[in-house]
């Protein structure tokens, strides 16, 4: 086992990608400490966590909720680094968009502040969304750097499709910067697109699900003609690759490809000719949202180099799927 290279906490630790990063970090040689929301009951299961290779060694879980932002101090302390991944997501809107945007704010800020009070953090890395670039105006751009932010007037004023969860992700990116630079703590975030490819939660992820509804059957679920796509390896280290730079600034964009449905439908079709899908030319045929490219020349220019793509991207995913019992 390589000499660690210190510890981290990653908050958000049974999600998809928050699950992967762990994997990634106990690879690189790093102890990591999870949080988990409190389980009187013992009834989730977090072996798929506690299986990976160097987990029982480097793998420490801690309960902490958004709910409470002081509960984050036990995990945060003696770290050198934070990945906060977690957020709540209500597609449905079932609370008030103000009660959701003032917990994932109040829950970001106990974690940072815990991170101040450590003297240990060294940096802070905030998984954001591409939400929080997508939506800066009633007309689509084709184009969006890490300039780009999603008008939160205007998602009050119209509600579309993860409005709510959108706001949250913009004020709460905008806060922890605010903090930052108040409190002399070093934060940096990561811009994603849909994450696909392979997963180790026990649950099928949300965006996986959605980059293979022609797969899945649902056809008239499509809401996007072209989706902005990464790895989840790629992102994951993407994440290390920014704790780990010189001197990494600001926001950066994390997504290498944009992907027409039609091109999604060709390499099903090609590389799975046992699964009957709807053609290209059905497939051109859908309607529905052009998510704009999320230009990530930053990310690259910076040194970081993407692995996968995107053929390896749906080929993962769907192996995964078969070996899980999902096709």
Same mark, same amino acid.
């Given at each position: 086992?390589?000499?660690?290279?210190?510890?981290?906490?990653?908050?958000?630790?049974?999600?998809?990608?928050?699950?992967?990063?762990?994997?990634?970090?106990?690879?690189?040689?790093?102890?990591?400490?999870?949080?988990?929301?409190?389980?009187? @009951?013992?009834?989730?299961?977090?072996?798929?966590?506690? *299986?990976?290779?160097?987990? !029982?060694?480097?793998?420490?879980?801690? *309960?902490?909720?958004? !709910?409470?932002?002081? !509960?984050?101090?036990?995990?945060?302390?003696? +770290?050198?680094?934070?990945?906060?991944?977690?957020?709540?997501?209500?597609?449905?809107?079932?609370?008030?968009?103000?009660?959701?945007?003032?917990?994932?704010?109040?829950?970001?800020?106990?974690?940072?502040?815990?991170?101040?009070?450590?003297?240990?953090?060294?940096?802070?890395?905030?998984?954001?969304? =591409?939400?929080?670039?997508?939506?800066?105006?009633? %007309?689509?751009?084709?184009?969006v750097d890490e300039s780009a932010w999603s008008d939160v007037d205007l998602l009050r004023k119209l509600k579309p499709f993860s409005w709510?969860?959108?706001?949250?992700?913009?004020?709460?990116?905008?806060?922890?910067?605010?903090? @930052?630079?108040?409190?002399?703590?070093?934060?940096?975030?990561?811009?994603?697109?849909?994450?696909?490819?392979?997963?180790? +939660?026990?649950?099928?992820?949300?965006?996986?699900?959605? =980059?293979?509804?022609?797969?899945?059957?649902?056809?008239? %679920?499509?809401?996007?003609?072209?989706?902005?796509?990464?790895?989840?390896?790629?992102?994951?280290?993407?994440?290390?690759?920014?704790?780990?730079?010189?001197?990494?600034?600001?926001?950066?964009?994390?997504?290498?490809?944009?992907?027409?449905?039609? %091109?999604?439908?060709?390499?099903?079709?090609?590389?799975?000719?046992?699964?009957?899908?709807?053609?290209?030319?059905?497939?051109?045929?859908?309607?529905?949202?052009?998510?704009?490219?999320?230009?990530?020349?930053?990310?690259?220019?910076?040194?970081?180099?993407?692995?996968?793509?995107?053929?390896?991207?749906?080929?993962?995913?769907?192996? +995964? +799927?078969?070996? *899980? @019992?999902?096709?």
């Amino acid at each position: 086992m390589a000499e660690t290279k210190g510890t981290v906490c990653v908050t958000g630790g049974t999600g998809f990608i928050g699950s992967w990063i762990i994997k990634s970090l106990l690879e690189h040689g790093y102890s990591v400490n999870t949080t988990i929301r409190s389980d009187p @009951g013992r009834k989730r299961d977090v072996s798929f966590l506690t *299986n990976l290779p160097g987990a !029982s060694e480097k793998l420490r879980f801690f *309960n902490a909720d958004l !709910s409470d932002p002081e !509960s984050f101090g036990p995990a945060v302390e003696g +770290c050198v680094g934070i990945f906060h991944t977690a957020t709540p997501i209500d597609f449905a809107v079932n609370e008030p968009e103000e009660v959701v945007t003032k917990r994932a704010i109040e829950g970001a800020l106990g974690i940072l502040k815990a991170a101040v009070k450590s003297k240990s953090v060294k940096r802070v890395v905030y998984t954001s969304s =591409a939400s929080t670039v997508s939506f800066t105006g009633p %007309e689509p751009q084709d184009v969006v750097d890490e300039s780009a932010w999603s008008d939160v007037d205007l998602l009050r004023k119209l509600k579309p499709f993860s409005w709510s969860y959108t706001i949250s992700k913009v004020l709460t990116e905008k806060a922890v910067f605010e903090f @930052g630079e108040q409190n002399g703590l070093e934060v940096v975030s990561l811009v994603p697109p849909f994450v696909v490819g392979r997963f180790i +939660c026990p649950k099928l992820p949300d965006s996986i699900e959605r =980059a293979l509804l022609l797969l899945f059957g649902k056809k008239e %679920e499509i809401g996007v003609i072209r989706y902005h796509m990464v790895h989840v390896d790629d992102l994951a280290r993407a994440h290390i690759f920014l704790l780990e730079h010189p001197n990494p600034k600001g926001r950066y964009n994390c997504s290498p490809f944009i992907v027409p449905i039609e %091109e999604i439908a060709e390499i099903i079709s090609t590389k799975y000719p046992e699964f009957q899908i709807p053609s290209v030319e059905e497939a051109k045929e859908i309607k529905g949202a052009k998510l704009p490219h999320l230009d990530s020349q930053k990310l690259v220019d910076a040194g970081f180099e993407f692995k996968y793509s995107v053929e390896d991207i749906f080929t993962d995913a769907i192996e +995964c +799927c078969k070996q *899980n @019992g999902y096709l």
